[in-house]
């Protein structure tokens, strides 16, 4: 017996790796600060909860309709239509089971063998894997750290052919936390207009997640709704990773789409996580506004702290909660420090290269974490960094 042979081609995400050898190492007595997951450390809101709850005791248990209730959808485009500045209708959204499934179910219903797909590299890796999976040809768009993490839009431009069927961009990004400029989306969605033939992802998961300006969105230019899918959801914003919700807006033909491989995949997700979502998205935003305040205050901490370490340099990350720091002075490649430094400093990170091989030289720390296990994982790499890279010199 064995595997299809697409299989082979089918990537993973790194992040649950790294936990799962964590949490041994945890189970073995070691203690381990946990860096590498994308996850925030807060708990979901008490009213979102309570609204969990109220639908439950409502009898909200039962099967729903593929693309979403009617009203949670009602709720997810009057949301994107007042964020972003452009009209959309309820029957424009599909409610799905986490962000992941509007990347895949996106790229099963446009890509076809052959077709290319432009991506951001380093980049969010379920990208590459699923263009891989389908048959499609990946085309990375290197993401630049000399550019304060954006990418060179005359490069961007160079990369579209006749052939692009979809170009995945992510504003702010994982791993990096940076955001395209006004300046670059300017240039995309102009170089997008001699393509009309390629749609768009915009990956705005982080939407909510900006420190510096506020969140812009390609969305807002002319003739881009019509050829543009949305991701968003609930994970990041108000720290709901394992009510697994997430949706996209984008043109009916398209969601319709995506409805029908729902049915297909998962059937509907559960009526009360529903609520909660309406909830979330209407009720009270203070929570949201406490978070990003403590995840930029725990940023300032870790960018300092990775600036003091040996053979480490860190740009300063506008959104999300992820610092990129370069790791080239240490003379360790980005895997071999990942896995030192989990073994012997006892700090969980990802290698950059888990994001695609433009990574190479990098690694990923998630911020979301206490400030008090931030310098304590900061102390343990600056005790052990002399001794890993006096060992790479020999």
């Known amino acids: 017996m064995r595997l299809a042979k697409s ?68 709720a997810i485009a009057e949301y994107v239509s007042k964020s972003r500045g452009v009209s959309y209708a ?24 052959g077709d290319e797909v432009i991506y951001p590299n380093p980049g969010f890796p379920i ?14 768009l290197p993401i630049r750290e000399e550019l304060d993490w954006d990418f060179d839009a005359e490069e961007f431009e160079k990369l579209l052919t006749p052939k692009t069927k979809l170009v995945i961009l992510n504003s702010p990004a994982n791993p990096t936390g940076g955001v395209m400029t006004k300046e670059t989306m300017d240039r995309v969605a102009k170089a997008l207009a001699k393509f009309p033939d390629a749609m768009l992802l915009a990956d705005e998961i982080y939407s909510r997640i900006v420190y510096e300006g506020k969140h812009l969105s390609l969305l807002a230019y002319p ?60 009720g009270p935003q203070d929570s949201v506004t406490a978070m990003v305040a403590e995840f930029k205050r725990r940023r300032d901490v870790i960018v300092k702290g990775l600036n003091s370490l040996p053979g480490v340099t860190c740009k300063t990350p506008k959104a999300a909660f992820y610092v990129f720091p370069s790791i080239k002075g240490t003379g360790l490649t980005s895997k071999t420090l990942a896995d030192a430094l989990l073994a012997q400093a006892g700090v969980a990170c990802l ?11 990098y690694l990923r720390f998630s911020y979301a974490n206490s400030v008090a296990n931030i310098e304590t994982a900061l102390a343990s790499m600056k005790a052990a960094l002399p001794k890993l890279s006096a060992v790479a010199a020999k």
């Open 7 to 74: 299989f082979s081609r089918l990537g993973t995400e790194t992040a649950f790796e790294v936990l799962a050898r964590a949490r041994a190492l945890e189970a073995q007595g070691r203690k381990i600060v946990h860096l590498e997951i994308g996850e925030p450390d807060f708990d979901t809101p008490a009213n979102i909860r309570d609204a969990a709850k109220k639908a439950l005791d409502a009898g909200h248990t039962h099967y729903g309709p593929s693309a979403g209730l009617p009203d949670t959808r009602k």
């Open 127 to 140: 990208y590459e894997s699923m263009i891989n999976y389908v048959g499609g040809k990946p085309v990375p």
């Open 223 to 282: 003739g881009m709704k019509e050829r543009t899918i949305l991701l968003d959801g609930f994970s990041k914003t108000w720290a709901m990773t394992g009510w697994r919700l997430g949706y996209g807006v984008g043109p009916k033909w398209l969601i319709d789409a995506i409805a029908k491989l729902s049915t297909n995949d998962h059937s509907c997700v559960p009526a009360f996580s529903q609520y909660a979502a309406i909830e979330a998205l209407t």
């Open 90 to 113: 309820a029957e424009e959204t599909v409610i799905v089971p986490g962000g992941k499934p509007i990347i895949f179910f996106t790229i099963l219903a446009l890509v076809e063998p």
């Open 351 to 361: 290698p950059g290269t888990s994001f695609g091989a433009m990574g190479e030289g």
